[in-house]
C-alpha cells in the first residue's frame, strides 16, 4: 500500500505486504529528515535518518528513499506487522537555519490488517 | 530508567486555571524543548532551552511560559488556560543545540473544560 502523506492520512495494508509511507517536505534548504514513529499514548521515536548528500538509505525492515529535486521523502517498510501500526512523520531540518528546530509534517496514520 | 520523563501524563482542568507540566531527562543533554501536537496529530514547536536559555519562542500566546531551574528540567506553566489549549504537549530533548536527534517524552494531555 501507498500513501500520498499530506493528503491521504490513513494508509490500511494487509500484514505481511510491504508500505510505502509519502511525506512532501517545504524547505529547500533543509539538509537532514527524519522518520519517527508514535504509537498510540506514546511520543514520537526514531526509526531512520538520511542526510541530503543520500538518496536511500536503509535499516531493518525500513528503507528511506530522498529525492530532493522534487522536495519528496518515503518511507518503506518490508513485511508489515501488526506492531507498525502507528503514525508516521517526517521531520526536517535545516542545519543553517538557526535554532528552529525540527519541523514535522502532519503525518500518516498506518494501519496492519490482519 | 526514562530518557525524558514528563509529569502529569493526564490533566483535566477548568478554564481560567494555571497549571504547570513538568520535564525532567536523564541524557546530559544541553537543549530541551516543548511542542503541542493538537487533535489532528500535527506537531509543533513551542519552545527550546538551551543551557538555560530560550532560543526561540514560535507565535505563542504568553499565557504560556517555560522554566528551567536546570539544564536537566524544563518545566511549562499556563496561566488563565482556554478551551483551545486541549492538545497533548511533548518534551523533548537533543544533545545540543543544532543536534537533531531528539528523544520525546511520552506526552500530557491536557484536557480543559
Known amino acids: 500500500g501507498e500513501s500520498v502523506g499530506l493528503h491521504l492520512p490513513t494508509l490500511s495494508v494487509q500484514e505481511g505486504d510491504n508500505s510505502i509511507i509519502n511525506c512532501a517536505y517545504s524547505?529547500?534548504?533543509?539538509?537532514?529528515f527524519i522518520w519517527y514513529k508514535q504509537e498510540s499514548g506514546k511520543g514520537p521515536q526514531f526509526i531512520i535518518d538520511i542526510r541530503s548528500n543520500m538518496d536511500k538509505r536503509q535499516g531493518q525492515r525500513v528503507t528511506v528513499l530522498l529525492n530532493k529535486t522534487v522536495k519528496h521523502l518515503s518511507l518503506q517498510i518490508a513485511a508489515t506487522q501488526p506492531g507498525d501500526s502507528a503514525v508516521y512523520f517526517c521531520?526536517?531540518?535545516?542545519?543553517?537555519?538557526?535554532?528552529?528546530?525540527?519541523?514535522f509534517g502532519k503525518g500518516t496514520h498506518l494501519i496492519i490488517q490482519p | 530508567d526514562t530518557a525524558v520523563s514528563q509529569t502529569p501524563k493526564y490533566l483535566v482542568t477548568q478554564m481560567g486555571n494555571d497549571k504547570s507540566i513538568k520535564c525532567e531527562q536523564n541524557?546530559?543533554?544541553?537543549?530541551m524543548y516543548w511542542y503541542k501536537q493538537d487533535s489532528k496529530k500535527f506537531l509543533k514547536i513551542m519552545f527550546s532551552y538551551n543551557n538555560k536559555e530560550l532560543i526561540i519562542n514560535e507565535t505563542v500566546p504568553n499565557r504560556f511560559s517555560p522554566k528551567s531551574p536546570d539544564k536537566a528540567h524544563l518545566n511549562l506553566h499556563i496561566n488563565s488556560l482556554e478551551l483551545g489549549d486541549s492538545a497533548v504537549y511533548f518534551c523533548?530533548?537533543?544533545?545540543?543545540?543544532?543536534?537533531?536527534?531528539?528523544?520525546f517524552g511520552s506526552g500530557t494531555r491536557l484536557t480543559v473544560v
Open positions: 523533548a530533548s537533543s544533545e545540543r543545540l543544532g543536534s537533531n536527534g531528539y528523544t
Open positions: 541524557l546530559g543533554h544541553d537543549t
Open positions: 521531520a526536517e531540518w535545516d542545519s543553517g537555519g538557526g535554532a528552529d528546530g525540527l519541523t
Open positions: 524547505n529547500s534548504a533543509s539538509d537532514y
